[in-house]
């Protein structure tokens, strides 16, 4: 059986549509189940969970990783599949997970693509032509970095055991999560054909907002190493004048079609890129922003 987990906090028309989507899935031939742990929304999804009969859990902790490990703890199946409420699974993503696993016994963990979820298939706006393009590199971060997001893993449940749980909110946990599995031994392997749509983010403060999560996190990984100042300046002028070298990447990338789209994700790139390098510098001459790493999805 595979148990699919899914965190939520104040999303519910996301969540319906995903839990649509994951109660129609085709090709699967065992078992599953869906388990939402909701992580403090103002309103309880009971009636949505019903409807499509998924099991409803509340962890008050708040957090992605505390309430997938609350999931875990309630989970039936022999495999954990993970998805985030806002994502929308490809009709075959549970399919996929289960016949990667039938072919390859030894693989202990899979992660999957992430796609932009467009609102008007083929009409872009900005936000989604640039994370079309720079969001969710999964196989890179699987095959050069060893993890994967949470927002798309599934793993055998004794290799969680094996694992742990994920941390709490202050740090990237499934990125915490994957090398750590890594270093045990348990290498993430990547699934093409396990499909994901994410949606963009809806603003560009909302992307500034993650942005400013992972410049924390990487400022505190760094502070405190050999000659750490200068490293980390360094970066943030490498930052800056990244925009120049992302162009290729753009005039080639295979999830973008037509000239609007890519001229679109090339003013993406350089309007985030300036600001992530404003923001090292004034971290760098102390100008704080640390605190964002500890919230997530909180407003």
């Known amino acids: 059986m595979i148990s699919v987990i899914i965190p939520h906090l104040n999303q519910p028309e996301a969540l319906e549509r995903g839990l649509q989507a994951l109660s129609s899935q085709t090709g699967i031939k065992d078992d599953h189940e869906l388990i ?9 999804p009971e009636a949505i969970c019903a409807r499509y009969g998924a099991t409803l859990l509340f962890q008050p902790v708040p957090g992605p990783g505390p309430a997938r490990n609350m999931g875990v703890a309630a989970a039936k199946g022999d495999i954990l599949a993970f998805i985030d409420a806002d994502c929308l699974p490809s009709p075959t993503w549970l399919a996929a997970i289960e016949e990667r696993f039938a072919r390859t016994p030894q693989a202990p963990i899979l992660g999957g693509d992430v796609r932009i979820l467009q609102q008007r298939p083929g009409q872009p706006t900005w936000l989604e032509a640039y994370e ?18 949470g927002g798309n893993l599934a793993v055998r449940s004794w290799v969680f055991s094996q694992v742990g749980e994920f941390l709490g909110i202050n740090i990237a946990e499934d990125t915490e999560w994957g090398q750590r599995a890594s270093r045990m031994g348990h290498r993430v392997q990547y699934e093409p054909t396990m499909i994901v749509y994410h949606p963009a983010r809806r603003s560009f403060a909302e992307l500034c907002d993650k942005w400013d999560r992972h410049i924390a996190h990487d400022f505190l990984e760094i502070r405190g190493q050999s000659n750490w100042w200068m ?7 490498a930052v800056l004048v990244s925009p120049l070298a992302e162009l290729g990447r753009i005039a080639v990338s295979n999830r973008l079609t037509g000239l609007r789209a890519r001229l679109l994700a090339i003013y993406g790139v350089i309007r985030i890129r300036l600001y992530r390098a404003r923001k090292m510098l004034a971290i760098g001459m102390g100008g704080g922003g640390v605190q964002a790493a500890a919230r997530w999805n909180r407003q």
């Open 36 to 44: 939402v742990v909701d992580n403090g929304s103002i309103c309880l």
């Open 132 to 149: 079309s393009v720079f969001a969710f590199r999964m196989k890179k971060y699987i095959e050069e970095k060893g993890f994967t997001g």
């Open 231 to 237: 490293r980390w300046m360094v970066r943030a002028l």
